[in-house]
């Protein structure tokens, strides 16, 4: 089953955000309405399900197994296994993946959450699109069919007969049908642009009502030092400070459910000079420079944060 939606809600989606709103911590009473009434039934059903799913060791190993070699090449950096355990995500949930681009971590939950799963992919707004320096007037409208095309595109990823969908952050369903959301270093830019439009407040917002009452949220970011100055870790050098992207999700309802050390490069220790882009795979600042690259490559790729967090209910 095949489904995307870049700029409208539908009718049944936008009744669903008055349903949460209704919901929501900051308001104990559910309207006593009978929508209201099946909506809360449904997400009870779905949570009890949720709670007898587990990860899969075996079927991950399969999936992995089964990744290109260009994929693989990344499997000790970003250990996918580990961080999908970590997160709990199991064959058959409802996962939502932001900023999937070309489908690294997708080409692994889509055959790994299977026939009874669902992978919701979400994109940036365009008009968050529009403040990076590269955004022509051609991207932007590439942008509009953005959702369609990767959909098309996910399905060849997998033989699993798995619903496909894709939003903008701005038109994700608030119906609370997910069972978990990740960010993989998806927060940065976020981040970074937050002044101008709020753009990782609203993102964080949306997911909070996108999930069950006990939704996970998992989050893979490139740290830098909780001390680090706060103007340089705001996302534009690709580096958060832990204590403020918890603060983040605390201040949007979500309560820290665990850390990891699972991606931690302890050798990527960044000054105010430095960007994660720097370091492999990028390497961008080192092309012309081979003692400089050289230095780069031991290093690794980037020192980042494995938070789980959890959407109380």
């Known amino acids: 089953m095949i489904r ?6 539908s009718l049944s989606a936008l009744a669903c955000m008055t349903l949460i709103a209704a919901c929501s911590p900051a308001d104990g009473d559910v309207a006593d309405t009978t929508d209201a009434g099946v909506a809360e039934v449904a997400v009870e059903t779905q949570t009890a399900d949720v709670a007898t799913m587990t990860f899969d060791a075996d079927a991950m190993t399969a999936v992995l197994n089964a990744q290109d070699d260009t994929a693989k090449a990344r499997f000790n950096a970003r250990n996918p296994g ?25 080409k692994i939950l889509l055959p790994y959450l ?44 997998t033989d699993a007969d798995i619903d496909i969908e894709a939003y903008t952050f701005e038109t994700l369903p608030q119906d609370g049908s997910l069972d978990a959301f990740l960010f993989i270093r998806a927060l940065h830019n976020l981040s970074r642009f937050n002044a101008e439009g709020n753009y990782m407040t609203d993102a964080l917002t949306a997911v909070y009502g996108s999930l069950i009452p006990g939704g996970v949220v998992g989050v893979v970011q490139h740290a830098g030092p909780d001390d680090a100055d706060a103007a340089w870790a705001n996302g534009s050098n690709g580096y958060l400070r832990k204590p403020d992207v918890i603060a983040a999700f605390e201040a ?25 882009w720097r370091l492999p795979p990028t390497l961008g600042t080192s092309n012309d420079n081979p003692e400089l690259r050289a230095e780069m490559e031991a290093i690794g790729e980037t020192n980042r944060m494995t938070l789980k967090f959890r959407k109380p209910g």
């Open 4 to 9: 995307s939606h870049y700029f409208k809600v």
């Open 82 to 106: 580990e961080t999908l355990q970590f997160f709990g995500i199991a064959p058959g949930m409802a996962v939502g993946d932001a900023l999937p681009g070309g489908g690294w971590y997708s």
């Open 114 to 157: 299977g026939d009874e799963g669902r992978m919701v992919a979400v994109d940036y707004t365009i008009p968050m699109w529009g403040e990076f320096g590269f955004a022509t007037e051609e991207f932007l409208a590439s942008k509009e069919t953005w959702a369609d095309e990767w959909v098309t595109t996910a399905r060849g990823w």
């Open 252 to 276: 949007a309802g979500f309560v820290l459910d665990g850390e990891s050390d699972i991606n931690a490069n302890p050798n990527d220790m960044p000054t105010t000079d430095d960007m994660v």
